[in-house]
């Protein structure tokens, strides 16, 4: 009776050294692993956000009164604008929405200073460049803000009575991000995204290669069984996908001045259940294919643009459709950015985090099982 052989860790451990020196010899597939992930993440840590500053205001002042020039400057003095004054005709206005060389116009009317003096109110009128409905409503909500401000100033310089107006104060205070920064929600975010994209992407063109540069041969010669090559081959991305994280960890906090508030321990425990999905996926890419350039884009449209758009890294998943939401539910990078949001900006722990924990498990588990099943120690 023929009994399957066991394991050898000492042949694992041999062809996790090779691939390991492979990588190191080869500086371009070393760069892509590590110092493009790094670079990445600088440049699009300052590049994604969404907090939106120096907006363009062209404004027209048909009053040319104390009291709009004092508008004027209430508006310049919110730190949100970029205030330029209007020339040319009035009806030239909505052209410059069109050039873009406006964000929000704003006309203030010759009795501007007449109705306030009488105590009316006054209105201006804006037009704002709705095409980026984002930049449009965050737009109207800083401007109508910054009249907010102005209105109050003038009501407490011009009242005068012994009893002051009832009024209502709003005393707010924000959790885990004080100052509402973006940059606090994306940045750690990219730690997964680039996570994926490098892992996956190197991962799924990996056995290919070795049937491209006809090396496979030499590979089934050897009495390496799948599994031992399966693992050979998938270990030293485990290595440098925890390499990336410290790196990475060390740029979101040391550079970008994020605080990780959670457990540093849970912070590589969750990501190493993460890497089984990324690696999985990629292994399981290329048992489907022949070349790395259909490994290349079977990942990039079929792989990496669905778990970006839909796993919340952008938009939230709660204000997709309710079809779209369900899709969602499947993307296992959705519950990385779960785990390591709450890990930096909550501070929270197993507690909170061990259900997504566990669909990253379960997820790592079914897809590495499934290429397993696919992957065959042979050249087709």
């Known amino acids: 009776m023929n009994r399957t052989p066991p394991i050898s860790f000492h042949r694992i451990k041999v062809l996790l050294v090779k691939e390991l020196t492979q990588i190191r010899r080869d500086r371009s597939l070393f760069g892509i692993l590590v110092i493009a992930p790094l670079f990445q993440l600088m440049i699009m840590g300052y590049a994604a956000n969404t907090d939106i500053r120096n907006i363009t205001l062209t404004l027209r002042d048909n009053d040319h009164s104390p009291q709009s020039r004092e508008y004027a400057q209430a508006l310049a003095a919110s730190g949100y604008f970029t205030l330029t004054p209007a020339t040319g005709p009035e009806s030239a206005d909505g052209d410059r929405l069109v050039a873009s060389q406006a964000g929000l116009v704003v006309t203030i009317p010759p009795d501007f200073s007449k109705c306030l003096v009488n105590r009316r109110p006054a209105t201006v009128q804006v037009l704002v460049d709705g095409a980026d409905s984002n930049f449009g409503v965050n737009g109207l909500n800083y401007l109508q803000k910054a009249t907010r401000l ?96 410290t790196l990475t960890l060390g740029v979101i906090v040391g550079v970008f001045g994020i605080p990780l508030r959670g457990n540093v321990f849970w912070l590589y425990a969750f990501s190493g259940l993460f890497l089984l999905t990324t690696l999985g996926l990629g292994l399981f890419i290329s048992t489907l294919v022949k070349t790395q350039q259909q490994a290349m884009m079977t990942a990039a449209f079929f792989v990496l643009m669905p778990f970006v758009l839909l796993s919340g890294f952008i938009f ?65």
């Open 316 to 380: 939230p998943v709660e204000n997709m459709p309710p079809a779209i939401q369900v899709l969602a539910q499947w993307i296992p990078l959705k519950y990385y950015l779960e785990i390591v949001r709450g890990l930096f900006l909550k501070g929270t722990g197993w507690n909170e985090l061990w259900h997504p924990a566990l669909i990253l498990l379960l997820w790592g588990i079914g897809i590495l099982m499934l290429a397993s099943l696919k992957f065959r120690k042979r050249l087709d």
């Open 150 to 245: 102005f209105s109050a100033r003038l009501i407490r310089l011009e009242n005068t009575g012994t009893v002051p107006p009832p009024s209502v104060t709003v005393e707010s205070r924000a959790w885990f991000n004080p100052r509402l920064l973006s940059r606090y929600y994306m940045v750690p975010a990219l730690m997964g995204v680039l996570l994926l994209v490098t892992t996956m992407l190197v991962t799924s063109m990996s056995l290919v290669k070795e049937r491209e540069e006809g090396t496979m041969e030499q590979l089934i010669v050897t009495p390496l069984r799948p599994v031992e090559l399966m693992l050979g081959k998938l270990l030293p991305f485990v290595v440098i996908g925890f390499m990336e994280i």
